[in-house]
């Protein structure tokens, strides 16, 4: 028998509920067994009682009484093993813009995937026990960008600092801001969106579209300059967090983002010298520090995007907040 241990929910398993949570990782405990010590409250959730039906959110620290090695038992297949590449470890070293002994934040490179999946066995996840350092627990996602979305994201390096963090994305109190290359120009400097987003059918949620029926949306914008109305560097604020949403109300003003053919095929691309790839970037982000204070943290462009920011002559180095006249008023 092994003693008392505690897990922490990862961000990907936030809403699940804790017999799922159970079911995954312990496939080997009866329902039966788990049953008996929830009654008993040998579990704890954030260290109180909790029932099956609990749902559970990132960063939630779960205390586990002693199991017997079946009920332990992950997985009946032996587990395989993968080590960072030396190129990789130096990869995920150079992203990172900021440390301390709670938060990493990273500068995450377009094209790298944020977590695993189907035929992507190259993640930021799978390099982050690089970043672990001296802490006990590998480092873990508190939120995530697409794939192919360059910009910061970030990393908590205790259970504590998943928590809150975790938190203050679920009850969105961060201020997130994101730099496009659209093409074309909207007819308003700035103003906000306002579109429910729902998977769109038979894609099998790869792709999401505006629907009445969808969950509120909202993604504030911003004219930062343009070139003769050909593209436009724009600033978008997302107020909600659904998956594509800045991409998918980037088109809702006629304004697609360069290099999006996922949203807007041929439309998002233009003749010349401007790179294919696409043209988003998470610039900044304010959020509360696990430890107190604010956590403000800024992002340089990728190198694709800052020669398109050469070649239309935009200041890559601005630093102003495009939103602080809104928020005043």
Avoid at 56 to 83: F, T
């Amino acid at each position: 028998m092994s003693g008392v241990s505690r897990e922490y929910v990862k961000d990907n398993e936030s809403d699940w509920r804790l017999d799922k949570w159970f079911k995954i990782h312990f496939p080997g405990l009866s329902y039966g067994r788990l049953s008996k010590i929830l009654r008993k409250g040998e579990v704890r959730v954030d260290g109180k009682r909790a029932k099956a039906n609990f749902i559970l959110a990132g960063g939630m620290e779960i205390r586990l009484p002693p199991l017997g090695k079946d009920e332990r038992s992950i997985n009946s297949k032996p587990k395989i093993v993968r080590r960072t590449s030396p190129e990789d470890a130096l990869l995920i070293r150079e992203m990172v813009v900021y440390q301390d002994e709670s938060v990493i934040v990273l500068n995450k490179l377009p094209g790298l995937a944020v977590q695993g999946g189907t035929n992507t066995p190259r993640h930021i996840d799978g390099m982050l026990e690089v970043l672990q350092g001296d802490k006990e627990d590998k480092p873990k996602l508190v939120h995530r960008l697409d794939k192919d979305t360059s910009g910061v994201l970030l990393i908590a390096r205790t259970g504590k600092a998943a928590k809150a963090l975790t938190e203050s994305f679920r009850i969105r109190k961060t201020n997130k801001i994101y730099w496009a290359l659209v093409k074309g120009k909207p007819s308003q400097v700035e103003g906000s969106i306002q579109a429910p987003l729902d998977k769109e059918p038979g894609t099998r949620g790869e792709r999401m579209a505006v629907s009445d029926n969808g969950r509120r949306a909202i993604t504030d914008f911003r004219v930062m300059d343009s070139a003769a109305g050909t593209v436009t560097w724009m600033a978008f604020r997302p107020i909600t967090g659904r998956t594509h949403q800045i991409r998918v109300h980037a088109t809702v003003l006629c304004t697609p983002i360069i290099g999006d053919g996922k949203y807007a095929a041929r439309e998002a691309f233009i003749d010349g010298p401007i790179s294919k790839k696409l043209h988003l970037h998470a610039r900044s982000i304010e959020i509360d520090h696990p430890d107190g204070g604010l956590l403000s943290v800024k992002a340089p462009l990728p190198l694709h995007m800052l020669e398109s920011w050469g070649l239309f002559g935009f200041n890559d180095e601005d630093n102003s907040d495009p939103f602080e006249e809104v928020d005043n008023v």
